[in-house]
Nanobody
Framework: QVQLVESGGGLVQAGGSLRLSCAAS????????MGWFRQAPGKEREFVAA????????YYADSVKGRFTVSRDNAKNTVYLQMNNLKPEDTAVYYC?????????????????WGQGTQVTVSS
């Protein structure tokens, strides 16, 4: 079992930055690809970013490309999402997730473990 706990959310003005963290426990995440998803009220959960086990390859939704950066520190068992130039449409609950799969990272169905989420609110 892997337990994931997100932190770092909050209220920020448009154009601001936040750094989300996802701390894992129970098992090392070095064997898992990690994803970030978000869900706004009334909308489906959507893919934001993912990072392979090694941390070399990263993937992003078009809506966040160039603004968000996903990274990981396997020694600290933690994954990060640096969010810059935030927009009101980025407002959502952000979740991290872990998967043993090696492809299909945009699909919520492939993830084995999920955190409880952290709220990000961007004011205009």
């Amino acid at each position: 079992q892997v337990q994931l706990v997100e932190s770092g959310g909050g209220l920020v003005q448009a154009g601001g930055s936040l750094r989300l963290s996802c701390a894992a426990s129970g098992r090392t995440i070095s064997s898992y690809a990690m994803g970030w998803f978000r869900q706004a009220p009334g909308k489906e959960r959507e893919f934001v970013a993912a990072i392979r086990r090694s941390g070399i390859n990263t993937y992003y939704a078009d809506s966040v490309k160039g603004r968000f950066t996903v990274s990981r520190d396997n020694a600290k068992n933690t994954v990060y999402l640096q969010m810059n130039n935030l927009k009101p449409e980025d407002t959502a609950v952000y979740y991290c997730a872990a998967t043993l799969r090696m492809s299909g990272f945009t699909d919520v169905q492939i993830y084995d473990y999920w955190g409880q989420g952290t709220q990000v609110t961007v004011s205009s």
